[in-house]
């Protein structure tokens, strides 16, 4: 039996990777899509949602709900030096125009899925958790009845993306990160330290995409050009890391990563350090109190053959 999920996302070029395995997973049943601002504007990231949808040709589609247009407390932060103008690697004027659409809310739609998918619910958050600390903030008992949280973000053992210390999702929102990741909801985090374990080439993405040469694997190889530009142009390398397809993957495998289970606190006041994630992990009450899983090792292999099987169906 599939596993209802909600995708959570502020969808950015990763995203919308992730958003393409989840619909090709088997394993996987997506329920609703919500949108929440972080790497582009909001109404940017729901548009690209959609045009996932078309581009798949989905049939069934899930709910698509639009979410917060900004953090709880902090200015937006976006980053389309990364993702493009249009967050999805400046691809979207080539893409079919999308229908126009009335969104449903994303907490109204967080909570209802909580409500009728009870524990069986897996949410997967790949963007700021803007939308989920709301939902939390509005119905607490009705958020407790998900059955997990999934969620890409924070720095622990190396440096950040976004400053020295911070990982781009939890120092957009971080007062929002610290609300979920102490909500008592079962949390598994996917971190930098996991998810720079893995690159994916051009040179394959190239390769792969032509060898399929679907109107897919051609968006594919287009809409992530610029995103490993980026890459070469800052970190020396022709490829790009795959954070939101790991957080992904582990919905659908949750034995790809290894974690250790410990309390996470999130800076939000520091002046140097805000978003940083602060946990001790030589502290075994740190181990009981509101402690989350989070994911320190990934089976590279199995997780990549994974991504590359589905994303080039
Ligand atoms: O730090 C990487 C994360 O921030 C990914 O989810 C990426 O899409 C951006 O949202
Ligand atoms: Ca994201």
Redesign the pocket.
């Given at each position: 039996m599939p596993k209802p999920i909600l995708i959570d996302?502020?969808?950015?070029?990763?995203?919308a990777l992730?958003l393409i395995l989840a619909l090709r997973s088997p394993e996987l049943s997506v329920k609703a899509i919500t949108t929440v601002a972080?790497?582009i504007e909001v109404q940017k990231c729901t548009s690209n949602v959609h045009r996932i949808l078309d581009l798949l040709q989905i049939r069934e589609r899930p709910i698509v709900a639009q979410g917060a247009k900004r953090p709880l407390r902090q200015s937006l932060l976006t980053?389309s030096e990364?993702?493009g103008s249009d967050g999805l690697g400046n691809v979207s004027k080539s893409l079919p125009a999308v229908e126009p659409f009335k969104p449903a809310s994303a907490v109204q739609t967080i909570l209802e899925c909580c409500d009728r998918y009870g524990a069986k619910l897996v949410i997967v958050a790949?963007?700021?958790l803007t939308n989920l600390a709301l939902a939390w903030k509005s119905d607490p008992r009705t958020m407790r009845k998900a059955g997990h949280v999934i969620t890409?973000?924070g720095?622990f053992h190396v440096p950040g993306?976004?400053g020295p210390v911070a990982?781009?999702?939890?120092?957009?929102d971080p007062e929002a990160a610290h609300i979920v990741l102490n909500s008592g909801v079962p949390v598994t985090v996917i971190p930098?330290d996991v998810?720079h374990q893995v690159v994916v080439m051009r040179k394959e993405m190239e390769y792969r995409a032509k060898r399929r040469a679907s109107m897919v694997a051609m968006t594919v190889l287009n809409m992530t050009r610029e995103y490993m530009r980026y890459h070469l142009d800052t970190q020396g390398f022709n490829g790009g890391?795959l954070?939101?397809p790991m957080?992904v993957a582990v919905a659908v495998d949750r034995t790809l990563v290894k974690t250790r289970k410990v309390r996470v606190d999130v800076e939000t006041t520091g002046t140097y350090t805000r978003g940083m994630t602060v946990s001790d992990f030589h502290n075994r009450r740190s181990r009981k109190h509101h402690a989350v899983q989070v994911a320190f090792t990934v089976d590279r292999d199995r997780f990549l053959r994974l991504f590359h099987e589905r994303l080039w169906m």
């Open positions: 996302t502020d969808t950015g070029v990763d995203d992730a972080g790497n980053a990364v993702h790949i963007g700021p890409m973000g720095a993306n976004t990982e781009f999702n939890y120092y957009v930098l998810t890391y954070h939101d957080a």
